[in-house]
């Protein structure tokens, strides 16, 4: 069954910064990697999705990349600001699970 | 403007009690999803459905039912039976699929049962 772990649990920087979070998945069978952000007592927003085929995308100052040997996928976030905090979550396909298997997220806090 | 609407934001039963959460999606998605977020963990689903008049088990399915009558809907009943039903759910649509495409979420119902 496919397994998502996301490093670190939780991330304290200060604005400005460039930061990375981290994701793997332990079955590289995927159909594509999702980025999801959660505010405090809210769903699930999507930012990005990686399909297969693909090696990154872009949204803004939102970087994802992913490479399915190795079973990783980063988000890479440019010049942070304190908008930006929220949890962050990775989801895949795979594994031969219904549907997409999440990390538990990354907390991130950008202070001002 | 699109998008998924559950209902109600916060709710409270007693235990022993079913309770069933309203999910509505305008955005014209055939595939509809149920997930339980508790702390610390990830994610799980619960059940999905890909079309309507049909759906399956998601990991967790005990002490749930669901129903898919139409496009739009698809509520979640959490019967008695289900052992620990304080949780904050979550109701999600697709536009294909498992996993295929992008989920888009509603803002979620936090359950809590005494």
């Known amino acids: 069954k496919q397994e998502v772990t996301q490093i670190p649990a939780a991330l304290s920087v200060p604005e400005g910064e460039n930061l990375v979070l981290n994701c793997s998945f332990t079955d590289s069978a995927i159909y594509n990697l999702q980025w999801f952000r959660q505010d405090p007592g809210k769903g699930l927003t999507s930012l990005l999705l990686?399909?297969?085929?693909?090696r990154e995308q872009t949204s803004g100052r939102l970087n994802a990349s992913l490479d399915k040997s190795s079973g990783r996928s980063t988000l890479y976030i440019a010049a942070s600001q304190p908008g930006d905090s929220a949890t962050y979550l990775c989801a895949s396909t795979g594994g031969g699970a219904d549907g997409l298997t999440f990390g538990k997220g990354t907390h991130l806090i950008i202070q001002p | 403007d699109g998008g998924i609407t559950q209902s109600p934001k916060y709710l409270f039963r007693k235990e022993g009690q079913n309770v069933t959460l309203s999910c509505e999606q305008n955005?014209?998605?055939?595939?509809m999803y149920w997930y339980r977020q508790d702390p610390g963990q990830g994610l799980r689903l619960i059940y999905y459905?890909?079309?309507?008049?049909?759906?399956q088990k998601g990991d967790i399915a005990e002490g749930y039912s669901v129903s898919r009558e139409k496009k739009e809907s698809f509520p979640l009943t959490v019967t008695s039976a289900q052992k620990n039903p304080t949780a904050f759910y979550l109701c999600?649509?697709?536009?294909?699929?498992?996993?295929?495409?992008?989920?888009?979420f509603g803002n979620g119902t936090r359950l809590t049962v005494t």
């Open positions: 459905s890909q079309i309507v008049n049909d759906f």
């Open positions: 990686i399909q297969s085929s693909q």
């Open positions: 999600a649509s697709s536009i294909g699929g498992q996993g295929l495409t992008a989920l888009h």
């Open positions: 955005l014209n998605h055939d595939a």
